[in-house]
């Protein structure tokens, strides 16, 4: 057998691949584990909620009853003119111009300064909504932006869900560096795993062997992780990247490159190259700029950004959703004052390049949002597939230690988060129902949320007992999925009809689908479903000499 | 290329995952399951599972490919997730469902679909020849089944031991011995346990 | 005449040569002697240094350098780019390094001729 210096080598896997010695083996399964267990949770909680969040808009149009209208397919125009020349010079140096959920055009004037509350650079301005028919203004607002005003735009139950998922509800920036650094545990648990599964091929098609026995545990944990390994790794590296890229990495080459000047950096990687010139004219017709990107791209316009609007370097960048059949945003580029078209855009940088093209690749690898509904589903798959890894891993861990009672606690609170985190999305969705009738949506959301949160791990504190809990949650997730639409329905959301009028299918099918979905939990506590497919009720049966 | 050639493309290699794992030797073996005794051909089947990702790649859009390869890998492990028992009793509820058909022994009721027989007959071997779905499930009462056979073997054995038929008196808390030919039977009946292995040729521990 | 390599290098004391050969017979030898002697006694806590804060600081330190050293691109900013999108994926490598490697001064050296090479890099660009 040969050896290094770490003592003998294993067998080679698979034909002969690099051979790890038993020491080094046993460090990897230790790191694996150990860190796996003392992050897992939080990473479940982290995939969980980003699996919900890729149907985040539909979610919203369901919220707040309304389909996304087709981008920006109403004039603007004269709109942006009108409010413009009242806005003070300072805040017309960036445009952004959007639709929301309720199909209000929103047009926010903005610039950057320091708050004084946070002491940071921010986003400062005025955001109007507009009236897409008569462009009246509907809404105004002055203030600073952070993240959290922008999200208000929004709904609070999608919105709630996205912080969730990228922030864990942390503040900036220890939100983001903490799911950063389990995005970091993710990738490591994917690479460890790797090197750790010696018979990778060869189990690639064996199903569990038992469903309480510990080699069953650990097929099941061996199987979904094989085979979601590779987006795994995906889901893992571009989501620590938008995690840690703009907390830690960015400020790191803000002062390296650019002496810390900031703008320098953003000018360089986001502003298009133009000489400056601060004479004013008479900015380009936003309408004319709107449909010709419009036509070269072959989709409508989600969003334009203004640089400099009514001055004579003026740019105006317009961005599109990924035409069929490709995976990344469409950027073009006019001129602010001719309205002359200038060409495709990258999203980072000036000219298109390798490092573009893979920056451009982050969001839709991510997101999966490139192809509609279909991708997302896929998306949801894949993020179902992952949490399950996560759960199964952890639950592998507690069945080894399962004569610790600090360890069957543990267990305890793996199924508690494990279905906690459904419940509380579910509870959070009928809180932003119920306080939107009087109250605020946007607090009352995340207390529901964390209030569920804090009576599961109570309610498994208390009963103690697995299956128990399991029967508990299952019962709950399954009358509140039953009761949302209802509970929807009676805070004033759109009725069936309305929706089937108004051409608001997301109302119906995400109806239709927490209906389904809720009667599907019965039958299967029931155990209806089970026997169907022919599960044997959990037991959980004590085998010798494991 | 539209979404229902990539929906056709994720099926068809779906379709060549499930013969792996039908074949797969590791997964025969692990479920009790006997060899197919046909040629596996993994390599053949593996390149029909990434042909129809070949000709989304050649035909398709980028989109199309990555959908496929997210649709294969979750879909294909929901698969094979599912242990060949499972996936038997599955298919004969949904047949059941379905057509008001039952797959054995017990025949087919409804006169038209008598021709999916052979093709259901197939289907049962490519899952291995598992036995009937009233078998499939009855884990505890099997297990109980058998240790009841052992005690009686034991007590048949002790029998021997003490000096042939009738010989021995039965030790504390164990059943009354029965020295038939069907005693393994009546043993187990007194044990309580229901034995559904009628129509089954009978072991019958043999007494000299 | 000099029998070694080694000893052409502190043939003449006054040279350059000389003198960092000097330096390093009189300080590095025994700092290097006492490491290893450190790491030889108490490796549990070496590996947790070298797979935990070690390569943290390496893996910064790599990516913060890595716009100096890859070419700018067509667009000017592959470097920058590059350094965004790949950081957490080499502190996920340096992490697994640290874990796998089997000879825990071979890793300290590593990881110590990354970090110093970068900082050198790092202080080039911004001198």
Redesign the interface.
């Known amino acids: 057998m040969q050896g290094n210096e770490e003592g003998p080598v294993a067998e080679p896997r698979n034909g002969g691949a690099a051979a790890l010695s038993q020491a080094q083996m046993k460090r990897l399964t230790a790191v694996h584990g150990w860190s796996g267990t003392l992050l897992g949770l939080l990473l479940y909680i982290v995939v969980a909620t980003g699996t919900i969040a890729v149907f985040a808009q539909e979610i919203r149009e369901w919220s707040v009853g309304a389909s996304a209208p087709p981008g920006i397919d109403v004039p603007v125009d004269a709109a942006v003119r009108k409010l413009a020349a009242f806005m003070p010079r300072g805040v017309l140096g960036e445009v952004g111009i959007w639709r929301n959920s309720r199909g209000e055009v929103v047009v926010a004037f903005h610039t950057h300064a320091t708050n004084p509350a946070s002491r940071e650079e921010e986003d400062f301005g005025t955001v109007f909504h507009l009236d897409p028919a008569t462009g009246e203004v509907v809404s105004r607002l002055n203030d600073f932006y952070s993240d959290a005003l922008w999200d208000r735009d929004g709904d609070a139950l999608s919105s709630f869900l996205i912080d969730m998922h990228v922030a864990l509800y942390l503040p900036y920036p220890w939100g983001y560096i903490l799911v950063g650094v389990l995005g970091l545990l993710m990738m490591f648990a994917a690479l460890s795993g790797l090197l750790m599964h010696r018979h990778l091929i060869r189990d690639l098609f064996v199903a569990a062997r038992s469903r309480s026995r510990l080699v069953g545990h650990r097929d099941r944990h061996a199987l979904a992780s094989s085979w979601s390994l590779p987006f795994a790794i995906i889901l893992a590296f571009t989501g620590s990247f938008y995690a840690l890229a703009f907390t830690i990495t960015s400020p790191i080459l803000t002062e390296i490159a650019f002496g810390g000047d900031e703008e320098a950096m953003e000018e360089t990687l986001w502003a298009p190259p133009v000489a400056e010139d601060t004479r004013r004219a008479e900015p380009a017709d936003l309408d004319a700029v709107i449909g010709r990107s419009s036509a070269e791209v072959g989709g409508p316009a989600e969003y334009v950004g203004i640089s400099n609007y009514g001055r004579a370097d003026s740019r105006i960048s317009v961005w599109h959703h990924p035409p069929e059949g490709r995976l990344t945003w469409v950027q073009t580029l006019f001129d602010g004052v001719s309205g002359a078209y200038l060409g495709p855009r990258p999203e980072i940088g000036n000219a298109f390049s390798v490092g573009s093209s893979l920056f451009a690749l982050m969001w839709p690898l991510h997101v999966g949002d490139f192809a509609g509904v279909a991708s997302k589903l896929v998306w949801v798959g894949l993020g179902a597939t992952t949490g399950f890894v996560v759960l199964t891993g952890l639950s592998l861990w507690v069945r080894r230690r399962e004569a610790e009672p600090a360890w069957r606690r543990f267990g305890l609170a793996i199924v508690a988060t494990g279905y906690g985190v459904p419940l509380g999305a579910v509870a959070a969705a009928h809180g932003a129902f119920l306080s939107g009738v009087s109250g605020d949506p946007f607090l009352w959301t995340p207390i529901s949320f964390f209030a569920t949160a804090l009576g599961c791990y109570a309610a498994a504190w208390r009963l103690g007992d697995p299956l128990r809990l399991r029967h508990l949650y299952l019962t709950l997730l399954a009358y509140g999925c039953l009761a949302l639409p209802i509970v929807r329905l009676f805070c004033g959301g759109t009725s069936w009809a309305e929706a089937l009028r108004l051409g608001h299918g997301e109302v119906i099918v995400i109806d239709l689908l927490l209906f389904a979905g809720g009667g599907l939990m019965l039958a299967w506590r029931g155990s209806w479903l089970r026997r169907v497919v022919g599960i044997e009720a959990r037991q959980p049966l004590r085998q010798p000499a494991e | 290329m539209s979404g229902i050639w990539t929906l056709l493309a994720v099926g068809a290699s779906l379709a060549a995952v499930a013969r792996l794992a039908a074949s797969d030797p590791k997964r025969r073996r692990v479920f009790g399951l006997p060899p197919t005794g046909r040629p596996r051909r993994a390599r053949l089947l593996l390149g029909m599972a990434l042909a129809p990702c070949a000709a989304l790649a050649w035909l398709g859009t980028t989109a199309d490919v990555v959908i496929w390869c997210g649709a294969v890998t979750t879909l294909g492990w929901f698969l094979v997730a599912i242990p060949p028992a499972t996936q038997l009793s599955m298919a004969q509820a949904a047949s059941g469902a379905l057509a008001g058909m039952t797959v054995g022994r017990v025949g087919l009721r409804t006169p038209s679909l008598r021709g999916l027989a052979p093709l259901a007959r197939r289907f049962k071997e490519g899952l291995g020849g598992l036995p009937p779905l009233r078998r499939v499930g009855a884990g505890a009462d099997r297990i109980a089944l058998l240790e009841a056979l052992i005690a009686a073997l034991e007590a048949s054995l002790a029998d021997r031991g003490a000096g042939g038929r009738g010989g021995g008196s039965p030790l504390p808390g164990e059943p009354e011995r029965s020295v038939s030919r069907n005693g393994w039977r009546r043993e187990a009946e007194t044990a309580g346990v229901r034995d559904d292995s009628r129509g089954e040729p009978e072991r019958v521990a043999s007494n000299p | 005449m000099p029998t070694r390599q080694a000893d052409q290098w502190t043939a003449n004391p006054e040279s350059l040569r000389g003198r960092i050969a000097a330096y390093g017979d009189r300080h590095g030898r025994p700092l290097y002697a006492a490491f290893r002697g450190w790491v030889a006694t108490r490796p549990r806590l070496a590996?947790w240094l070298l797979?935990g804060p070690v390569a943290i600081v390496a893996g910064?330190l790599f990516?913060?350098?890595m716009?100096?050293w890859l070419p700018a691109?067509?667009?000017?900013?592959?470097g920058?780019?590059?350094?965004?999108?790949l950081?957490?994926?080499v502190?996920?490598?340096a992490?697994?390094y640290g874990?796998?490697e089997?000879?825990l001064m071979r890793g300290f050296a590593l990881f110590g001729a990354v970090a110093v090479l970068s900082a050198l890099l790092?202080a080039g660009?911004?001198l």
């Not at chain 3, 691109?73 to 592959?78: E, K, L």
């Not at chain 3, 920058?80 to 999108?85: D, E, G, I, N, T």
């Open positions: 590996r797979a910064l990516t913060a350098a716009p100096v691109g067509s667009a000017g900013v592959d920058l780019v590059w350094s965004l999108v950081g957490p994926l502190w996920a490598l992490l697994l874990v796998l089997a000879n790092i660009a911004m």
